[in-house]
């Protein structure tokens, strides 16, 4: 993330997660986040990698509830309210 905009909105760190893709109709979707969105916090706390929202999302989010997600788009910070759905996926061959 450019320097510039870790100074201008006090930011910790120079790391966050940028959105590469959301399902159409998804709980993203709905709350408007887009492609090239960078994450840098979840219900105040920092985000610095895909590790940090992933932990957070497993060891703190209850299902059924919304959490907000700090943004960047540009040069605008926003705050979304989002509300996750619990994925359920199968490992087999």
Known sequence: MHRQLVRYHKLASYHAVEVVAVEPGGP???????????????????????TDLQRYLTEKWEVGSKVRLTILRGTEKSVLEVSPVESSFAIGG
Request: glycine share 8%; hydrophobic share 50%.
């Open 28 to 50: 993203a979707f709905a709350a408007e986040i887009r492609e090239g969105d960078i994450i840098v916090g979840i219900n105040d706390e920092e985000v610095s990698t895909m």
